[in-house]
């Protein structure tokens, strides 16, 4: 049996799956002060009359660190840059509270400038007299070789809590977005710490034993002791299981669109052949253009409990659920698109709205109800029109020169039975509900496989190799060849997937680059720069195929 929860902003909902289908499930509301609390309620509702020792795996989706990030609920961070020649300072994605350092190592992982300890040791002070617990440390070049960044924060150990160190985000080189992943990591570090301790906490108490899991943005899984080090990784994690979730349910082989409308926000998500997109460089949340892989989404603040009479914010569930303002899930009940709730209540609720629109209640109902559908409609036009400028990825490859136009609509979430068909009519396409749509999370945090990548970066010249996310550098011959380079990542990677939690048989491993230089001196060639990235393919676990029903 494998366990699925999605810890949402509204609501915490779980599945039991065995052999593949849905043996139970369950929504109880998320207590945001404690969501300890939260997920006891679920597990001892869902498992009250199940043996733990039957299952497999726990699999674990959050809004918590995107939440945070949305709602500046995030700490105060320092950041420590060593920059080199280049770029500015002014023209770096840096906070207030930056110390920019001396020390530079070139492209080629070379050290060309040593970094200055007393200098990193007054600016290490100057941040903790601002009250600061967390830093980011972040150099250039640094994913080339990782030595200054390891130096600086060991200096620095006896000022802060912990450092996030810019070569452990990512082995892309992109300089200014590593600064913004290596800031985030710090400024949601001590939330997700809580997290993590109240999901093991959860587990000790519920007796349960077997591997514990959380979702990523990419859709895929690691072990969540070990997630503890890397919670920028859960950015996005809701949006990537609804998708996830809709890749399980759903027969998809065309393109489409996957709306997941919940309570506070709207997840957008487009399907090329069936086959999610992929963000190449990485999210951006609040402007923060970050190096995180993940499944391409556009989140839009309009949900079936945004308050009508100041737009797009949430103050509690709708006013036929107790809420204190009427939004469009009381439009929806009065127009009997609905059953929850207290009809009269919704219909209170609207009443001084559709006296200042001078209309009836009904009518009110209606502008509200097209309102949201349209305010989705335009978004979701929106992001296929930006999609369709760009170069298409999907979880597996590039499709070169490739348009989107979706046909078919999935809808997941709880206001879907009612907006499902007048969005379809809306957008030209055929829409579906799911069946299961309203735990469409928690399903597809459950199928989904452990994911990882990583980057090989060799210099023969040097005869030095770089294992770029780890840190790692080993010591190659002359003689070096891409060949080697892909067999050692490889076989890297695995190691990395298996500790992370990944089985046998889910490790789909895949070259997505291979590139090979000459470096010329004196007009002789002097050896080669080689750099392979692989990648565990995002996906559902083995066993599970879209002819299964769940």
């Not at 002014?90 to 020390?103: E, K, M, N």
């Not at 609804?242 to 996957?258: F, R, T």
């Not at 969005?423 to 509900?433: K, W, Y």
């Not at 291979?514 to 080669?528: C, I, L, P, T």
Request: glycine share 8%.
């Amino acid at each position: 049996m494998i366990l699925g929860i999605d810890v949402g902003g509204t609501h915490t909902d779980a599945v039991l799956i065995d052999n593949f289908k849905i043996r139970k499930k369950t929504k109880v509301p998320t207590d945001a002060n404690n969501l300890l609390n939260s997920l006891l309620h679920v597990a001892t509702t869902i498992l009250a009359t199940e043996d733990p020792a039957k299952l497999r795996r726990v699999v674990l989706s959050t809004t918590l660190s995107t939440n945070a990030i949305v709602q500046n609920k995030i700490k105060k961070v320092g950041m420590v840059i060593a920059s080199g020649p280049g770029l500015p300072p002014a023209l770096l994605p840096v906070p207030r509270h930056t110390c920019f350092v001396a020390g530079y190592v070139n492209h080629r992982g070379i050290i060309v400038t040593d970094i200055d300890a007393g200098e990193i040791q007054d600016g290490g002070a100057k941040l903790s007299q601002e009250c600061i617990d967390h830093i980011g440390v972040v150099g250039k070049f640094s994913t080339r070789n990782p030595e200054q960044e390891l130096k600086i924060a060991e200096i620095l150990s006896r000022h802060f809590q912990h450092a996030s160190l810019g070569h452990r985000m990512s082995g892309h080189l992109n300089f200014r977005r590593r600064i913004a992943t290596t800031y985030l990591n710090s400024a949601i570090w001590d939330l997700y710490q809580r997290f993590v301790r109240d999901v093991l906490q959860f587990v000790h108490q519920q007796g349960i034993t077997v591997p514990i899991y959380v979702l990523k943005a990419d859709g895929g899984t690691f072990d969540v002791a070990k997630s503890a080090d890397y919670p920028a990784q859960t950015i996005l994690s809701g949006p990537a299981a609804s998708i996830m979730g809709v890749l399980s349910m759903a027969k998809c082989n065309e393109d489409a669109i996957a709306l997941d409308i919940g309570g506070t926000t709207t997840d957008i998500a487009i399907f090329a052949d069936g086959v999610p997109l992929l963000e190449n460089l990485g999210v951006t949340i609040e402007g923060h253009k970050t190096l995180i892989r993940g499944l391409r989404t556009k989140s839009i603040g309009l949900g079936g409990d945004s308050i009508v009479r100041i737009g797009p914010q949430r103050e509690g569930p709708a006013a036929a659920l107790g809420g204190p303002f009427p939004t469009p899930t009381d439009a929806m009940i009065v127009l009997n698109l609905t059953t929850i709730g207290a009809r009269d209540k919704a219909v209170t609720a609207l009443e001084p709205v559709a006296r200042q629109l001078g209309k009836s209640v009904e009518a009110t109902a209606q502008q509200i109800f097209e309102e949201a559908c349209g305010k989705i409609v335009a978004a979701v036009r929106s992001f296929i029109e930006e999609i369709n400028n760009q170069p298409v990825y999907t979880i597996h490859e590039m499709l070169a020169g490739r348009k989107i136009s979706p046909k078919t609509l999935y809808v997941v979430g709880g206001p879907a039975a009612a907006m499902a068909s007048p969005l379809g009519g809306h957008l030209a396409c055929t829409s579906f509900i799911p069946e299961h749509s309203e735990v469409a999370n928690a399903i597809g945090a459950a199928l989904a496989r452990t994911t990882a990548e990583l980057t090989i970066l060799a210099d023969t010249e040097r005869r030095l190799l770089t294992l770029g996310e780890e840190g790692i550098q080993i010591s190659i011959p002359s003689q070096f060849t891409a060949e080697e380079a892909i067999a050692m990542g490889r076989e890297r990677l695995r190691e990395k997937a298996m500790a992370m939690g990944a089985t046998e048989e889910d490790l789909e491993i895949e070259v997505i680059e291979n590139q090979e230089f000459n470096m010329v001196r004196d007009s002789y060639r002097a050896g080669k720069n080689i750099r392979v990235k692989v990648q565990i393919k995002p996906g559902l676990i083995s066993g599970f195929t879209k002819e299964k029903t769940l």
